[in-house]
């Protein structure tokens, strides 16, 4: 069965240090990949995805980056945490593409809590 | 005009009742609907999904589906207080990258 680890589950940083959250999926190869933040009482917001190695889209302009070194690791970073980067980071996959991708779920992980202080 | 609308809430029912979560969808392209219910403080876990326009049971949950009018609803039957928590819709379309838009959820309250 295909699980997605993400880690650290909890994280307090200062303003102005970097970050690397790392999301890996087991069972499954190509997995399509995301990054979400939720603000707290806030909806998802869409940072980033992935639908292969070195692949990497953009939803919208930030302070963050992505990479996908591997083909079932996703890493989100940044250089100089602002404190408006305080959030729920969420790690999620899915399979396939075309009709069957249409019709797949996306799975998360368990998500990291991050404080900026 | 949001993608993917839901009332925040709260919804307070009783245990045992009906609870009924809506969520309307504003691109007509849109093809897949599925529901996640998140517990405060962990991430969303999905409950169900539909493609067709109809009802869909499992268990004490039936999504329905209506495409024609945009409308796409979750029933829970037999609410349990640990049915509590933020029920999230969320519309997948058949462009580009097929993303997945979500509403930003409906907190629903199950009282004993």
């Known amino acids: 069965s295909q699980t997605i680890h993400q880690w650290p589950a909890t994280l307090v940083q200062p303003v102005g240090s970097p970050l690397s959250l790392e999301c890996t999926v087991e069972?499954?190869?190509?997995?399509?990949l995301y990054w979400y933040r939720q603000a707290a009482g806030r909806g998802l917001q869409l940072l980033f995805y992935?639908?292969?190695?070195?692949?990497i889209s953009s939803e919208v302009p930030q302070n963050l980056s992505a990479s996908r070194p591997q083909d079932r690791q996703f890493i989100l970073s940044s250089k100089k945490l602002l404190l408006s980067d305080s959030g729920f980071y969420l790690c999620a996959w899915t399979a396939g593409t075309g009709n069957r991708g249409l019709r797949q779920p996306q799975q998360f992980g368990d998500g990291t809590r991050l404080s900026i202080l | 005009q949001k993608e993917v609308e839901q009332n925040s809430g709260p919804l307070s029912v009783p245990e045992g009742a009906i609870a009924s979560l809506n969520c309307t969808y504003s691109d007509r392209g849109s093809q897949s609907f599925f529901w996640y219910r998140q517990y405060s403080g962990k991430s969303p876990e999905l409950i169900m999904f539909?493609?067709?326009?109809g009802d869909k049971e499992d268990g004490r949950f039936t999504a329905q589906l209506n495409k024609a009018s945009q409308y796409v609803s979750l029933l829970i039957r037999d609410s349990q207080p640990s049915d509590s928590a933020t029920y999230l819709c969320?519309?997948?379309?058949?462009?580009?990258?097929?993303?997945?838009?979500f509403g930003t959820g409906t907190r629903l309250l199950v009282s004993p």
């Open positions: 539909i493609y067709s326009n």
């Open positions: 992935s639908v292969g190695i070195g692949q």
């Open positions: 969320a519309v997948k379309k058949n462009t580009g990258f097929q993303k997945l838009v």
């Open positions: 069972g499954t190869s190509n997995p399509n």
